[in-house]
């Protein structure tokens, strides 16, 4: 019988009588379909006559995993294993029937396809056979049906008392199923093929330009140390070899319970990659902002900065890692940083105009996200480094607002933040071409509460001793007309109800 017969006889028995025995000599409906295939040679001849129906069973599950009839087998689960009704007083039939001999297949089916990958990972000969000869392309093919069947089995074991359980077997068959993913993509772009070391000559050249990296983020890290260490491999990289990084990433991490992390491998929303590039690219930003845009302007390339801000402009997320924040800023991309916020929390990234407000919808995300006392300090000073004093003191009292009373521990630490960064930068020179602008002045508008000013009243004491002994005279008169400025603005104050006046104007510098 021709090979394509023989298969197309897999339709031609009823799938809930195929352990009924049918002859004198007590063999099955399932052996006389073991027999057409003995016929075509599809099957091992040492099944003839070997009256083991487990075997049996099981080679013909191989047959039609091999021979993509994945669906079969599946409808075999759905029409036999799910039957409430179809039972059998006899041991061996009770497993046929209730899918427990279907899921041991299957998991011995799974691990055999691990098995086989290791040995593939660990060979370079064998691992460019597999990619060049078809197999990768046949046991992606196997796998994807394995994982439909187990899927049904576990469908069909919920709420069951006989079903095996398979749910773990379905997160390995997925990890296994990424990893022939990752495979095939690799040899569609010839990945295998090119060098081992990528652009640098040499393992050790690499892990020299890694540890340069890591040595200029050294207080916030590389997006790939972060990386690593959540899949517990960090001291692997860079990897050896293609199968060696394949090897690392799809089989001994399994080992530590991260397979899930891998589930929906190659399936993935467009913003997630994005967001990966973005965390590369990041790492690759050496140097000042400035120099970088400088030197890509003359060689007429986008720097690795600018490349990154274009993919995040349309990727942020609300669970956006807030580690982007911090290194746009540390890098010297505030605006790109409060770009990033903004669109994290709901804001309108729109709203860059000085004096500009969009904490409305920054802080109803925010009472949802809780914002530590550093984060709170970040997204301040990005709002200051971008020129919005107005917004970034709406902001403040905003966010203090948004938390019970007992947490606002922050509040005099926020609005120091304000001050001081009021004096520094009117003490500095403006941009060519533009008006020097006194921020101070500015601060002195802002209509801070009573407390809020019992705070800077404390911190005029300390900074008027601080910017005296300075050697700068920018900031000495920087920090002279801000004290005046607030003493005048108490004067023309009137003391609450009941309360005596007081006269900072007559207290002297120092005094507490």
């Not at 109803?364 to 709002?383: G, H, I, K, M, Y």
Request: proline share 4%; glycine share 6%; aromatic share 8%.
């Amino acid at each position: 019988m021709a090979p394509r017969d023989a298969l197309n006889a897999l339709a031609e028995f009823n799938l809930k009588e195929l352990h009924l025995i049918k002859r004198s000599d007590g063999s099955r409906n399932v052996d006389l379909l073991c027999d057409k295939f003995l016929s075509a040679g599809l099957v091992p001849s040492n099944l003839r006559g070997s009256g083991d129906v487990r075997k049996v069973y099981c080679a013909i599950f191989d047959l039609a995993l091999s021979h993509s009839f994945g669906c079969w087998i599946v409808d075999f689960v759905i029409e036999v294993c799910a039957d409430r009704h179809l039972a059998s007083d006899d041991p061996l039939e009770a497993q046929l029937l209730d899918g427990r001999l279907v899921a041991d297949w299957s998991q011995s089916t799974l691990a055999l396809m691990e098995t086989d990958l290791v040995a593939t990972l660990k060979n370079e000969v064998a691992f460019l056979d597999f990619v060049n000869t078809g197999k990768l392309e046949r046991e992606l093919g196997r796998c994807n049906a394995l994982i439909n069947i187990l899927r049904t089995l576990d469908s069909i074991s919920q709420g069951s008392m006989t079903a095996p359980s398979v749910a773990k077997d379905v997160t390995q068959a997925q990890l296994l199923l990424s990893s022939f993913q990752a495979m095939l993509w690799c040899a569609r772009h010839q990945v295998h093929l090119q060098s081992n070391t990528g652009t640098f000559a040499s393992i050790p050249e690499w892990l020299q330009r890694v540890q340069s990296r890591r040595e200029q983020r050294r207080s916030k890290g590389l997006f790939l140390d972060d990386m690593l260490t959540g899949l517990v491999i960090g001291g692997v990289y860079p990897f050896s070899s293609l199968q060696n990084a394949l090897f690392m990433l799809f089989i001994t991490i399994r080992d530590v319970g991260s397979a899930e992390e891998f589930a929906s491998t190659f399936s993935l929303p467009l913003y997630l990659v994005h967001m990966w590039q973005a965390q590369y690219l990041l790492d690759c930003v050496v140097g000042p902002a400035g120099s970088a845009a400088a030197a890509a302007e003359l060689s007429g390339e986008a720097t690795p900065l600018q490349l990154a801000s274009q993919l995040l402009s349309g990727s942020v997320q609300p669970d956006t890692p807030f580690k982007f924040i911090e290194v746009l800023a540390e890098v010297g991309a505030p605006e790109v940083a409060l770009g990033v916020h903004r669109a994290q929390v709901g804001g309108s990234s729109s709203s860059q105009s000085r004096g500009g407000n969009s904490n409305d919808g920054d802080m109803e995300q925010e009472q949802q996200n809780e914002v530590s006392l550093p984060q709170a300090l970040t997204l301040l000073d990005l709002r200051l480094r971008c020129g919005l004093l107005a917004e970034s003191f709406l902001w403040m009292r905003s966010h203090l607002e948004s938390r019970p009373p007992a947490t606002r521990v922050s509040h005099p630490v926020l609005i120091l933040t304000l001050a001081n960064w009021a004096v520094v930068s009117s003490s500095q020179d403006a941009a060519p071409g533009l008006p020097k602008r006194s921020w101070a002045t500015d601060l002195l508008e802002l209509p801070f509460t009573g407390q809020e000013e019992e705070v800077l009243v404390c911190w005029l004491v300390s900074c008027t001793i601080k910017y005296k002994s300075t050697s700068t005279p920018k900031l000495q008169n920087a920090s002279t007309f801000f004290v005046n400025g607030f003493k005048n603005k108490f004067l023309a104050k009137k003391s609450s109800p009941g309360l005596p006046k007081r006269s900072w104007a007559k207290r002297p510098v120092g005094e507490t």
